[in-house]
């Protein structure tokens, strides 16, 4: 048994290892340089808690369920909402984001409409409630990150409040237009959905937000998928703190408001992901990391690692799911590039309602 453990635990270590072998070579102008150590960056790898790690891996399928969860609620209006469907789909479509970047972005939804038979303009709908729950979601955590920071940050606090507020002001406008706008707004961007160029993208945009809100039907489905969304982040933050904390050292000395700044950092830096190696959210995480006191080889083992698990996780069991639905990474591009001309096609041709 404990030889059982000693090869788990090897084979934990050379995979993050490899991992953060390649980020330093991705991004080697940023993470290298003259003070950089090799020494240090394999000791902190080495000492690394497995079992917290793959207590990690573990909650972020978990995430993954709970994305699922809340998207069945959305669909159980439009037909048939079946959760394992649903949550292979889920999983598949973040392992297609994975591997093409924001470009995979459109395969998730029309996998789900594929494998559901339902509309592919209705699952767009959802798909873009989606983004509305996560992005205030994202907002909310960094208000109450730069509300909780203690190290006196000019205008952190500030900044904090106009977040929040923000927020309030958002849900209250999102609530208006479910009840009273959705209509209206349709009337009014008519002439645009004709246009050609730039208008019509943005009234395609802006309906395509306008339809996900009216999936909502009912005040107890709003307070479902608001539970949902809550306690799958929830369980976010409790991975940052878990794989931080699996670094021992000065890593365990920072506490739920660090973990907090350093999540509503990595969501911000992901925004500007790459195919394949991440970018931007590494890059944030290295950065809070070392504002928050940590070495720069510990810190840059942190962030590849943070990636690997919050991000990268979801491809163990998607890309084989990809496979066994007939995509390759080729036919994977060609999808999502076909949908986005199609989706603008569409919307240019769309007659006022």
């Known amino acids: 048994m404990r030889m059982r453990s000693s090869w788990g635990k090897l084979l934990v270590l050379l995979i993050v290892l490899a991992a953060v072998t390649f980020a330093v070579y991705r991004f080697g102008g940023t993470l290298r340089g003259a003070s950089f150590s090799g020494d240090k960056l394999w ?50 479509g973040f392992a297609a984001v994975f591997l093409l970047g924001r470009a995979g972005e459109p395969v998730r939804p029309l996998l789900l ?13 959802i798909y873009a409630l989606e983004r509305i729950f996560d992005v205030v979601s994202a907002a909310v955590i960094a208000g109450i990150a730069l509300l909780a920071e203690k190290r006196h ?32 707004l349709e009337r009014a961007l008519g ?18 937000f306008a339809r ?19 306690v799958h982040w929830g369980l976010v933050f409790l991975v940052y703190v878990w794989i931080t904390h699996s670094f021992g050292g000065k890593f365990k000395e920072l506490g739920p408001a660090d973990a907090l700044l350093l999540m509503a950092f990595t969501l911000a830096g992901s925004v500007f992901q790459l195919p394949l190696a991440g970018g931007g959210s590494q ?46 990474l080729g036919k994977l591009k060609k999808l999502a590039e076909d949908e986005s001309e199609a989706a603008s096609t569409q919307e240019l041709r769309r007659p006022a309602e």
Not at 113 to 125: F, N, Q, S
Not at 155 to 171: D, M
Not at 172 to 181: E, I, K, N, P, Q
Request: proline fraction near 4%; hydrophobic fraction near 55%; aromatic fraction near 12%.
């Open 43 to 92: 000791l902190a790898i080495r000492n690394a808690n497995p079992y917290l790690l793959l207590l990690s891996v573990v909650a972020i399928y978990g995430c993954y369920a709970l994305r699922a969860l809340r998207w069945g609620v959305f669909q159980q209006n439009l037909g048939a909402s079946n959760f394992w469907p649903i949550y292979g789909m889920t999983l598949s």
């Open 113 to 125: 409409a594929r494998k559901e038979k339902l509309p592919v303009a209705d699952m767009y709908g």
């Open 191 to 208: 002439s645009w959905q004709s246009a050609p160029g730039l208008r019509a993208k943005i009234a395609g945009t802006v309906l395509g």
């Open 283 to 328: 890059l944030a995480a290295i950065s809070v990391y070392r504002f928050l006191g940590i070495e720069t080889e510990p810190a840059t083992a942190a962030a590849v690692v943070l990636w690997l698990i919050t991000f990268a996780a979801c491809s163990l069991v998607g890309i084989p799911l990809l496979v066994r639905e007939g995509f390759s």
């Open 212 to 230: 996900g809100v009216q999936i909502i039907r009912s005040w107890g489905e709003l307070a479902k998928t608001i539970f949902l969304s809550a």
């Open 153 to 184: 940050v000019p205008v952190a606090n500030t900044t904090g409040v106009i977040l929040i507020g923000g927020v309030v002001g958002v849900i209250g406008f999102l609530v208006y237009f479910r009840l009273h706008g959705t209509a209206a």
